[in-house]
């Protein structure tokens, strides 16, 4: 059964751009995760969705927003890229809405100039 | 003072060894406790999941709980050089699966040397 796939992988950026992320979860996983990571902060949560609709969402502006398609892929946003916003975006999928077990995909490294 | 606290090592081991990573935590409602491995270019995989204090054993890895002293260990047994990467303690004080109420420590970055 194939990963969590995430595209692009690596993305550079200027401040005050926007970005999209793209996340394919395992098959017939339904809740998809997104997850900030930097070496001074470490794993934060972003968001989760689930049958498309927002479940949970973490400590982060409205710049940062997400969704999610009737095929349970799932996108996120950045708008006016700050410097600050430069890390390894992860996503992670599990079967269902409160799973235990989640599984992550390599990420997207964004870098913002 | 974060929530989580984990030595960022490096830690660097020769094959074979005994390896102990550990992460201590100020939240005494915490109950639910996981170590991720994470490989370079990757993203984390569940290695452990235990609930409350105690022991659990799978293969060359074994979680402990200290409840009382707030730390939480991750022990490797014979360890391989695949055994090289960076191990992240999550905790939470909610059922597993509640993703926003998971607190991450930094993660401890290990080199097991042939």
């Known amino acids: 059964k194939a990963g969590v796939t995430q595209t692009p992988r690596y993305l550079i950026k200027t401040r005050g751009q926007q970005v999209t992320l793209s996340c394919s979860p395992i098959s017939g996983h339904r809740s998809v995760s997104w997850y900030q990571q930097t070496p001074g902060q470490g794993l934060q949560f972003l968001f989760e969705y689930f049958s498309e609709t927002q479940r949970n969402k973490g400590n982060f502006p409205g710049r940062f927003s997400g969704r999610q398609f009737s095929n349970s892929r799932s996108e996120m946003n950045v708008s006016t890229l700050e410097l600050g916003d430069s890390a390894l975006y992860l996503c992670a999928s599990s079967l269902s809405e409160g799973a235990e077990t989640q599984y992550f995909g390599p990420g997207t490294r964004l870098l913002v100039l | 003072q974060k929530e989580v606290e984990q030595d960022p090592g490096p830690l660097s081991v020769p094959e074979g060894a005994i390896v102990s990573l550990n992460c201590t935590y100020s939240n005494s409602a915490f109950q639910y406790f996981m170590w991720y491995r994470q490989y370079s270019r990757k993203g984390p995989e569940l290695l452990m999941y235990t609930y409350s204090s105690g022991n659990k054993e799978d293969g060359r890895f074994t979680a402990q709980v200290d409840k009382s002293s707030k730390y939480i260990s991750l022990f490797i047994r014979d360890s391989q050089p695949s055994d090289s990467a960076t191990y992240l303690c999550?905790?939470?004080?909610?059922?597993?699966?509640?993703?926003?109420?998971?607190?991450w420590g930094l993660g401890t970055s290990l080199a097991v040397n042939p």
């Open positions: 999550a905790m939470s004080a909610a059922p597993g699966g509640n993703n926003r109420k998971l607190i």
